[in-house]
């Protein structure tokens, strides 16, 4: 018996659906001998039909890639006259859409269900057969719905998925199913329609998994894609102790999506213990109003901002993710919205337009608006992936906002998300190069200076991840508050550094942000701490580069902001980098390097993030050919957006240059 699966995604090794991967392990446990074959999606689907020669075709679809789906599977059924079987969530929710030429229509859960077809068609030779649970078909043209199928019980009955099938390479991030189902209910998600209510792996199932994934496939850093993974607080606290007994808090970094109501202390430490370093929460809207919608009344502003600051707090990274253009939106609730993302302390934000899905309440309220005819899906209603004034301009709002104002809006979110991922980058680098530095001393008591500490948030994720003594210099003037109780303590200006015993104790490592290089005098400053270093401590450095290209640009091309190339802040960033800290550097990593020197500081190491090639760097280059200059020079540097440099007294080790520094450094 062979079956052959079709994707409806592209080739994902890093992280592919694992809804196949589920189908294909548990029918190779419960009916021994299938052969299961899978095609992702392109252009060689059809060649790989005709050359495995399967006995039954079996297709997933989401509700964005139905209509593409059913299409390839009309061409494939004409051309091989093969049995067709259709899952996943939108045939689920909207079966009255199974189109003729698919035999079956698989509704909700498709394990058991796709075993038993199977089987049937064994002994049977037809898939089609009232008696089974939880199916579609056509019968003498009449659509024939069968009884719904329970769902599994116990979820452990279900095998790891096949993620050889997925073709898993080991590069990237992995990801991780540890549960279905919510028991929340937002008006714009359907996992509640699909899933009835929450199931779980046990504990031991889940810490298997993780081990197995870690040894066999060299996974370092893993997404719990649960909808929602701490809805059961004993269990979660479980699996956090499971997996630090196995040692995989130190071999794996996790990232999970939590729920403000759910996220307490103890769950916090839960979570920090097993090494899950990102938190994502749905925050919705700025608006009280847009935001009782969507959470139907379950969640507020006051215990979103309470979340964000415990989560900073414990040292986790928090990303608040938004949803704009549902149909009781006005202008005022998207500046709301803006409003609220400036002023809650995100580290990250994701911001998605409203697709009403079918099954859920904000499908039904956009019925009875008029933004949806009837109850038929129209692919003009999928937007959240579509994120250009370009690609949007053919898709339906569901906001009463006139769509150019709402753009222009959504730009203006975007925009703010830049500055997040910007200081995301510089606050990530610092705490592992940090971090790592002080896990390589053997000291008890080490101790950190934060210069510029600003809310005391690298702090507090360095705290989390070492046993480490923080000292915060100089805060942000409105953050004083959230500096001192996230750090140790916090001096509020150079002179409070003298009167410490800091002379005394001195420092492990020193801190320095992007402040370093609008420092007038960069040199005495840091001849001014570098007497509260140990002889054998570390100074850290942030450094945006002046160089880069973006801050030319401006000025060739009288640019205030970055295009609007995108909605997607990384691809922004990855672009331009943050366009305010490259106007306001005042040094050169030229310059600094050589006061470094000066101070007879030995430069370990300097690394640097990257920007992407782009258009304008193009039109720049042939400017500097033009003028008679070195056109790769000129590339290596405005290339880099920011650089990290670790220095220290030592002079024994040899500095780590980039290799293209070879040439002009």
């Not at 859960?109 to 199916?135: M, P, Q, R, V």
């Not at 896990?439 to 200076?449: G, I, P």
Request: net charge neutral.
């Amino acid at each position: 018996m062979r079956l052959h699966l079709v994707n409806d995604e592209k080739m994902n090794n890093s992280r592919p659906k694992l809804g196949l991967g589920y189908i294909s392990s548990f029918l190779k446990k419960y009916l021994p001998g299938t052969e299961i074959s899978l095609s992702f999606w392109g252009d060689g689907i059809v060649d790989d039909i005709a050359r495995l020669e399967p006995d039954i075709i079996g297709f997933t679809s989401t509700t964005e890639t139905f209509n593409n789906v059913v299409k390839k599977a009309k061409f494939i059924k004409d051309k091989f006259n093969k049995p067709l079987i259709i899952g996943g969530n939108h045939i689920t929710l909207l079966p009255q859409e199974l189109p003729e030429w698919i035999d079956i229509g698989v509704i909700g859960e498709g394990e058991e269900t796709i075993l038993e077809l199977i089987s049937n068609f064994i002994k049977k030779g037809k898939l089609a057969d009232e008696g089974i649970n939880g199916i579609v078909f056509w019968k003498d043209g009449k659509l024939i719905r069968t009884k719904e199928r329970d769902l599994i019980e116990p979820m452990d009955k279900i095998p790891f998925p096949d993620w050889d099938l997925l073709s898993i390479n080991a590069e990237g991030p992995g990801h991780i199913m540890t549960s279905r189902g919510c028991p929340y209910k937002c008006v714009f998600c359907s996992p509640s329609a699909l899933w009835k209510y929450p199931r779980f792996f046990s504990p031991e199932r889940v810490v298997s998994e993780i081990k197995h994934i870690v040894e066999t496939y060299n996974r370092d850093y893993m997404l719990i894609y649960d909808d929602l993974f701490i809805a059961d607080k004993k269990r979660t606290i479980e699996i956090s102790e499971r997996i630090c007994a196995e040692g995989l808090n130190k071999k794996v970094r996790f990232e999970c999506l939590a729920n403000v109501n759910l996220f307490t202390s103890d769950i916090a430490d839960a979570l920090r213990k097993m090494n899950v370093f990102r938190i994502s929460f749905g925050m919705e809207s700025g608006s009280p109003e847009v935001l009782n919608y969507l959470k139907c009344g379950k969640v507020t502003h006051e215990k979103i901002t309470k979340a964000v600051k415990l989560g900073i707090d414990k040292g986790f990274e928090v990303l608040g993710s938004f949803v704009l253009g549902v149909p009781c939106e006005s202008k005022d609730d998207i500046l709301m919205t803006y409003n609220f993302i400036k002023n809650v302390g995100l580290t990250e934000i994701g911001v998605n337009i409203a697709t009403p899905y079918p099954e859920t309440r904000l499908w039904d309220d956009s019925v009875k608006a008029g933004y949806i005819d009837g109850d038929k899906w129209d692919d003009s209603l999928y937007c959240m992936k579509t994120v250009t004034p370009q690609t949007i301009a053919e898709k339906k709002i569901l906001s009463p906002v006139d769509k150019d104002i709402f753009i222009a809006l959504y730009k203006m979110i975007i925009d703010l998300d830049s500055s997040l991922i910007d200081r995301r980058v510089r606050l990530r680098n610092l705490r592992e190069k940090t971090v790592q530095i002080l896990k390589s001393r053997d000291e008890k008591n080490k101790r950190v200076l934060d210069v510029w500490c600003e809310n005391g948030t690298l702090g507090a994720a360095i705290k989390s991840d070492s046993h480490t003594e923080i000292i915060g210099l100089n805060p942000d003037s409105e953050s004083v508050i959230d500096a001192t109780r996230r750090l140790d303590s916090v001096l509020t200006d150079e002179k409070s550094l003298l009167n410490t015993q800091a002379a005394e104790k001195k420092f492990d490592c020193i801190i320095y942000n992007d402040r370093l290089g609008r420092e007038k005098n960069v040199k005495s400053l840091l001849l001014r701490h570098i007497e509260y270093l140990k002889d054998d401590g570390k100074i850290v450095i942030s450094l945006p580069n002046k160089m880069h290209f973006s801050k030319i640009a401006y000025l060739l091309f009288n640019m205030k902001r970055p295009p609007f190339e995108t909605v997607d802040g990384t691809h922004q960033y990855g672009i331009w980098g943050n366009p305010d800290q490259d106007i306001s550097s005042e040094i050169t990593i030229y310059e600094l390097m050589e006061i470094l020197k000066q101070l007879n500081l030995n430069i370990d190491e300097v690394f640097t993030i990257l920007s992407n090639d782009h258009s304008l760097l193009n039109d720049m280059k042939e400017i500097v050919r033009k003028n008679g200059c070195d056109t790769n020079e000129f590339l290596e540097r405005v290339k880099p957006i920011r650089y990290f440099i670790v220095a220290s007294k030592l002079h024994a080790r040899k500095a780590i240059f980039p290799k293209e520094w070879n040439t002009f450094y």
